[in-house]
């Protein structure tokens, strides 16, 4: 095996609370009302601009507005804590001497600090974000 690679959030850690009351304080500080658990969950790994398309038909700078009061808040709820995903820490602990990698669409520094704050920093060669790749997602 060359490589392993590992998605990010919602396969090695459970963000999905903090994604949903970071989105959520984001949309009332903008009056806009909250989403559901079940309307955000199949939405989870696209931009939260192509949510707002999606889940509002809303485009423009009030969603870029949104959005960055959204990673601003999603930031501070990371510094609460980043959770793994039972038997992630031991499916990475017999997997050590691997190279192991996570991808995702987050930019690379959240992702990198998003392992470090989980803990499991350690166990990747390689942490590549949306910002470093020309195509992030299909």
């Not at 999606?54 to 501070?76: E, L």
């Not at 704050?117 to 390689?126: C, D, K, P, V």
Request: net charge positive; hydrophobic share 45%.
């Amino acid at each position: 095996m060359l490589a392993l690679l590992f998605d990010l959030d919602g396969t090695l850690l459970d963000t999905f609370e903090q994604l949903l009351q970071a989105q959520n304080e984001a949309l009332a500080a903008f009056g806009e009302p909250p989403l559901t658990a079940e309307q955000l969950r199949p939405l989870v790994g696209l931009p939260l601009t192509k949510q707002m398309e999606i889940t509002r038909g809303m485009r423009g700078p009030r969603v870029a507005a949104i959005n960055d009061d959204y990673y601003r808040r999603f930031q501070a709820a990371l510094e609460k804590g980043v959770r793994t995903y039972p038997g992630v820490l031991e499916t990475l602990a017999v997997l050590r001497d691997r190279r192991i990698g996570t991808m995702t669409t987050r930019r690379q520094a959240v992702a990198d600090r998003m392992l470090r704050l989980a803990g499991i920093r350690e166990f990747f060669t390689a942490v590549v974000g949306g910002d470093e790749v020309p195509r992030p997602k299909p």
